[in-house]
């Protein structure tokens, strides 16, 4: 093999794709980053067998090879070089790479890429095409529901189902439920319904945060990996095996009382509570009370923290149905409230002890459910 | 490959390549038998049938890309779960990363394998917490306990594994396997006697000039023990409790290298005691009369003159104590203590009163 690209472009493909590679591992080869001519590129390639990456570097290649290296020690190396052109070689049948670059020459030594773990590239199977700014606030909305335990393996991961043009994406931990739909731009004849890990989401919705063009995303022959290409970058997501409950039961379908509140100064409330909710088993309560004679709807927010004393703040609310009392683990309610990206939320209650909904107001493609928490009123 | 490239085992390979080709195999299986005769590598050899590329009559082929990469243990679904280095024990972290590992879909083969070798490594919260994947693994998992002490696991883990038995090798099958992996028929003849059946023991013996030297030298050294006087014997003792507890070497491995199986705790003494209680048996057979077939029949001579200055029944005593010693060892006896208590009642040669 021989290539030459430039220190920054080679320094860029590798952090992206080092957000793959194993940090601790039982197959060592996965601590390795993959070099591989392809075409008039680059193609530089991780996984930790739970994500893989895949990222492509401009460059001149004179000669094809492949090669895997320590992925941190070639890293670290490349960042530390000069904004310059960069040389590789590999002599034939040799495990060593050879770099140059200006005054400073290196060999590192690597492993045999025939060993390294395959990963797959988007192929012939179904594929949809969704817009990125669309994809990541949908993953930003329902990722940090999913459960973080092992107990439950299909709670860690994001139930992800493509049908009918619109991608659903839904987490839960047994505590609550967030459900995220977007259209796509272009889908497939068929159903897919998927669990991705929601690691592999969040390190989606990292490299989604450049990107422009739509993003292809497809699922393996034997629906084991989730392929999502971006310009210049693949990422694969190993698919978590189970089947995820049947959420939709858990969506209220009715309510006793609605609240529309502003989502600034519902959020605000809500985080100067939760700093007594923290010494008080994280309770925050909310009173919900309807326009009455002379005054407009209001919700009450009140934590309290044994001996150390209490909070109380109330907000303009817009009230439909019965006056109507809840509470929430402040972490739960903060955690909704701060993904929302609309100016009001809508609060809906049945009784004290049932599950609270949150909807952004005049956004039809989210819903968020949260169990109450159990208290003496 | 219908004999799964396996020496001996037959019914062991027939049970498992039948309940594959069937489509019933369990999900969780136990492989139980003395160490080297070949648990291990049939373990692996089910992973490969599980994930081999060929067609279902020939699997494992042991030549595909599947194959290959499980042998070397670089397969992504196939899953090791042993003693790390510088540890005693399989710990229950390993088990949950484990679990966590099992809990995705299948990387590059047909399903995730996940062999625990030694099985009986696991101390008892890892054994709990590995009773849950055992009920109920993940979809497309195949679990493969490998031991050598099946007591030492929790009867609710051996209740929910196939358990398939593995056996010592009959000594003319094995030297007719290694006579046809090249060697000698006199040099196979030798090794699969030496090694009393135990396809593990004869290979590594053929491969390496040295320790069939080192096996020599620890033949020589057992049938020199009766003439040991006692300060000498306190003083192997110590020697051979330090071997028993020295750190296996793994540590010093390549970083780079694939993991594999760890050795049972102590197996260079296992290695030692398997020798000197080969010996014993011998001196007890021939106690019994000539003729009868001894493990180390180049040393028939002096074999046969220790046993002419004993009786049968002190014969037997001394072999006790070697296999006594293994069970003090296993069930956590202070190693030196064990070791002295055996080296002290094997017989003293011309000591008038316990040579007969």
């Known amino acids: ?377 | 490959m219908s004999d799964w490239g396996l020496i001996g085992q037959e019914r062991a390979v027939r049970a498992l390549s039948a309940a594959l080709r069937q489509g019933r195999l369990p999900h969780a299986h136990l492989l139980v038998g003395p160490a080297h005769v070949g648990k291990g590598t049939l373990a692996l050899r089910l992973a490969q049938a599980i994930n081999c590329l060929a067609p279902v009559d020939e699997r494992p082929c042991l030549a595909c890309r599947q194959c290959r990469r499980i042998e070397s243990f670089l397969h992504a679904d196939l899953h090791l779960l042993t003693v790390e280095p510088g540890h005693r024990e399989v710990r229950i972290a390993q088990v949950r990363e484990l679990e966590r590992a099992l809990s995705l879909k299948p990387f590059e083969g047909r399903a995730r394998v996940a062999i625990v070798d030694p099985a009986d490594a696991m101390n008892l919260e890892a054994q709990n917490a590995f009773l849950k994947t055992l009920e109920e693994p993940p979809p497309d998992t195949v679990l493969v306990l490998v031991t050598c002490r099946e007591t030492a696991l929790l009867p609710t883990i051996r209740s929910r594994c196939r358990r398939i038995a593995l056996g010592a090798v009959p000594v003319a099958r094995l030297a007719a396997a290694l006579a046809a992996r090249g060697l000698s028929p006199e040099e196979a003849e030798r090794l699969a006697r030496w090694s009393e059946g135990r396809p593990g023991v004869a290979l590594s013996l053929a491969a390496d000039p040295e320790l069939r030297q080192r096996r020599e030298a620890e033949v020589e050294r057992a049938l020199s023990l009766p003439s040991l006087p006692l300060p000498r014997r306190l003083a192997l003792a110590d020697e051979l409790a330090q071997l028993f507890t020295a750190p296996d070497g793994r540590d010093r491995q390549a970083e780079d290298a694939p993991p594999v199986p760890a050795p049972r705790f102590g197996e260079r003494l296992w290695w030692v005691l398997d020798i000197w209680q080969s010996v014993w048996r011998d001196i007890l057979l021939a106690c019994a009369g000539p003729g009868a077939p001894i493990v180390n029949a180049e040393r028939g001579a002096e074999i046969e003159r220790l046993a002419a200055g004993l009786d049968t029944g002190r014969a037997a005593e001394a072999l006790l104590a070697v296999w006594r010693v293994r069970r003090y060892l296993e069930d956590n006896v202070n190693p030196r203590l064990a070791l002295e208590e055996m080296l002290l009642s094997l017989p003293e040669a011309g000591s008038p009163g316990r040579v007969a």
Not at chain 1, 20 to 43: E, F, I, M
């Open chain 1, 1 to 377: 093999m021989r290539v030459s690209c430039l220190q920054e472009n080679l320094a860029r493909g590798l952090a992206v794709v080092g957000r793959a590679v194993a940090t601790r591992s039982t197959l060592p080869q996965t601590t390795h980053v993959l070099l591989r001519t392809d075409g008039g590129r680059l193609r530089l390639a991780a996984t930790n067998l739970e994500i893989a990456i895949t990222s492509w570097v401009g460059a001149q290649v004179d000669e094809e090879g492949s090669i895997t290296v320590p992925a941190r020690l070639f890293t670290e190396f490349v960042n530390s070089l000069p904004n310059e052109r960069i040389d590789l070689a590999i002599a034939p049948r040799a495990r060593q790479l050879r770099l140059t670059c200006g005054r400073n020459e290196a060999t590192i030594s690597g492993a045999d890429p025939s060993d390294f773990p395959p990963i797959p590239e988007v192929g012939d199977g179904p594929i949809a095409r969704i817009d990125p700014e669309a994809l990541r606030t949908g993953i930003s909305q329902v990722e940090f529901a999913a459960a973080t335990d092992d107990t439950r393996p299909v709670l860690t991961g994001v139930h992800t189902l493509l049908e009918e043009g619109v991608l659903t994406l839904a987490a839960a931990d047994g505590f609550r439920l967030a459900v995220h739909r977007l259209p796509v731009e272009e889908a497939p004849g068929e159903r897919i319904e998927i669990i991705v890990p929601a690691r592999a989401m969040r390190e989606l919705q990292r490299l989604l945060a450049d990107e422009e063009d739509p993003v292809v995303f497809t699922v393996n022959e034997t629906r084991s990996q989730a392929l999502f290409r971006l310009r210049n970058v693949e990422m694969v997501a190993q698919l978590v095996q189970g089947t995820f409950p049947n959420y939709g039961q858990l969506i209220p379908q009715e309510h006793r009382t609605r609240a529309v509140l502003d989502l600034k100064e519902f959020l605000q409330e809500t985080r100067r509570a939760a700093i007594f909710a923290r010494d008080g088993s994280n309770i925050v309560r909310l009173h919900i009370e309807p326009a009455a004679e002379g005054a407009v709807g209001r919700l009450v927010v009140w934590a309290r923290a044994e001996e150390l004393g209490e909070h109380r703040g109330e907000l303009d609310a817009l009230v439909e149905g019965e006056p109507a009392k809840i509470a929430f683990n402040a972490k739960y309610l903060q955690d909704v409230l701060q993904v929302l990206d609309c100016s009001q939320v809508a609060l809906e209650t049945t009784s004290p002890t049932s599950p609270g909904v949150f909807r952004p107001v005049g956004l039809e493609n989210y819903v968020h459910v949260v169990m109450p928490m159990f208290v003496q009123w």
